[in-house]
Each structure stands twice: as structure tokens, then as C-alpha cells.
């Protein structure tokens, strides 16, 4: 009996010893960190919309990019950058570690026809970066006709959210729009933003967003919000240069001529009260929260008087 529980006793042991070896710390098979990029040979790799690490990993695996797909694995659980990995085409070097690929993976420049909306990108800079990307102009045209948006919006404008967009092979273009106008609902902000307020619609609520994202630097957009109220509470012409600007169609530091003041235009807050009737871009996530929570203060002025410096004042004359 001695003898017989010795030899239970050490199979245990080995079992154990297996388990230890096998579910412990191991390095997975990896190409060891390339110095440089320059000459080695690249390949176009889709990623499948939804696709899981496990799933990348394979995918990197079988095209030659990674020695094992358990060393991307590994990599993508301790970083949580791999998951905001974008679907669609990757321009990827092949044999490299499994740390630089997904450093490639999260590179938009790797990203071949990636779609950049900017913070105020307008949603006709959208449709030319859609006909690049490789959509029809009808099927744009037809897109925006379906596309499902919050109630009481009728059109797109200001909710294409300012982020960059990569789209599996097949994807069409109502569903890249639509992919658009879901990241803005997805955003926090967003749904305070739509709950509207005592003062504002949602859709006014998002114009103001528009014209401080148009009109001044991040650190400046609840004083600017808090400035449109004022304007607006007083029965005082809005005479931002952005709405013109809006309907030129033009960018830049341009110089508003009195011409362009008299623009007959909903647009021109140089010559219409009030808000104009929609946003006149699509605002970023701060210029949202900012008109939402503007900065109390009578302030009904503000003039940039250096790169970087707005001064705000209730007079033109302080």
C-alpha cells in the first residue's frame, strides 16, 4: 500500500508539473522588433468588420506578418489599443513582431483610403472624402435619403461624428454613413445633447455646438457658448463670421468683406437674427459639451488678439 500510494502521489506531482509548464508563462514564437521598415516587403490585409483578437491574430498569422498567432494574442490582451483596431485594409510589413503589428494596425497612415472627418468638417467635405474612398455620387446621394438619424433631424449635417473610418470590403454607403451618424449617438454627450434643454431644441443645441467648434480654440468653447446665449438673449445679431464662411464655402483666416455680410441667405447671422435653421458643421465631443454647459459670464464679445489668446468682454469699448 506504501508503494501504491508513493506512485499516486508522484503521478499527481507530474500532472501537475504538466499543467504548470503548460498554462504558465511561455514565449509564444515571434519575429524579433524590426529597426527599420524601409524596402522590406508590405501586404493589404482586411480585416473583417467584428473581428475578435483571436481572429486578427490568425488572419496576421496567415499572412505572413506574424510567426505565431499566439504571440499577437498575447500582445493584443495586455494592450487595450487592440480594440479599437479599425476593420478594413491594413498596409502591413510582413515578418515583424507581434508588437509592431499592432502598432501598424493602429497607424492611420497604414489605412489605404481611410476616411478623416475633422471637428467642423462639413458635410460636403464628407461626400468628397466618400467619392474618394470609392462611393458613387448617387449611391451617396441615396445614402443620405435612408440613413436613419435622431428624432427631430432631417438632415446629416452635424452628425457625422469627427473621427477617422475604415470600412470592411462590401461595406456600402449607406452603412458607412450610418456608421457615422451612430458614433455621434454613441458619444456621452450626446444624449444630454438630444434631451434638448428649457432654452434649446437638441437640433439648436447641436448649431451652437457647430459655430463654437467653428469660432474659437477648445479652452475657449464654454465662453463662446456662454457669448451666443447672451447674443441671443438680448436680441443681438449673432455676426459670426463661420456662418458666412459656412455658406462661401470657404476656410481659412478670409477676410469678411461687407459684400459677404449681405449674403441673402437662413445662413448669414449678419443679416438674420437668430440661430441659423441647422449646424454648420460637424462638431467634436468639447464643442458639444460646451453648448450644453456653457461658462457663466455677460460676456457678448470675444476677439482673438494673439494665436492661442480670445479676450472676452460685455463691451466693445473694455
Do not use: C
Amino acid at each position: 500500500m506504501k508503494f501504491r500510494f508513493l506512485a499516486i502521489t508522484i503521478s499527481i506531482a507530474l500532472v501537475g508539473a504538466v499543467f504548470i509548464a503548460r498554462s504558465g508563462p511561455s514565449v509564444a514564437p515571434d519575429f524579433e522588433k524590426m529597426l527599420s521598415f524601409d524596402g522590406k516587403p508590405e501586404i493589404i490585409v482586411d480585416i473583417p468588420a467584428g473581428s475578435s483578437g483571436s481572429a486578427i491574430a490568425r488572419l496576421l498569422f496567415d499572412n505572413g506578418i506574424i510567426k505565431s498567432s499566439e504571440s499577437y494574442f498575447r500582445v493584443a490582451v495586455g494592450d487595450k489599443r487592440s480594440e479599437t483596431v479599425a476593420p478594413g485594409n491594413h498596409r502591413l510589413t510582413l515578418q515583424i513582431s507581434a508588437r509592431q503589428a499592432l502598432e501598424q494596425l493602429l497607424d492611420a497612415d497604414r489605412i489605404p483610403n481611410l476616411i478623416r472627418i475633422y471637428e467642423g468638417g462639413w458635410k460636403s467635405e464628407v461626400i468628397t472624402a466618400l467619392i474618394k474612398y470609392g462611393f458613387t455620387k448617387a449611391e451617396i446621394d441615396q445614402a443620405f435619403k435612408t440613413v436613419v438619424l435622431p428624432n427631430e433631424f432631417k438632415d446629416a449635417e452635424g452628425l457625422l461624428f469627427p473621427a477617422q473610418y475604415s470600412f470592411a470590403k462590401g461595406t456600402t454607403a449607406i452603412q458607412a454613413i450610418q456608421a457615422m451618424v451612430d458614433r455621434f449617438t454613441a458619444e456621452p454627450i450626446t444624449k444630454q445633447l438630444l434631451a434638448g434643454s428649457k432654452e434649446f431644441s437638441a437640433l439648436q443645441l447641436l448649431t451652437i455646438a457647430s459655430i463654437v467648434q467653428a469660432e474659437g480654440d477648445e479652452k475657449d468653447f464654454s465662453k463662446v457658448s456662454q457669448v451666443i446665449r447672451n447674443r441671443l438673449k438680448i436680441g443681438m445679431p449673432l455676426q459670426m463670421d463661420s456662418t458666412v464662411h459656412y455658406i462661401q464655402k470657404l476656410r481659412g483666416n478670409i477676410f469678411l468683406s461687407t459684400k459677404s455680410t449681405l449674403i441673402k441667405s437662413e445662413y448669414n447671422t449678419y443679416r438674420k437674427y437668430g440661430l441659423p435653421p441647422g449646424p454648420i458643421g460637424n462638431p467634436g465631443a468639447a464643442a458639444m459639451l460646451a453648448a450644453v454647459n456653457p461658462e457663466p459670464g455677460d460676456w457678448t464679445y470675444f476677439i482673438t488678439v494673439a494665436p492661442g489668446e480670445t479676450r472676452f468682454t460685455s463691451a466693445l469699448n473694455q
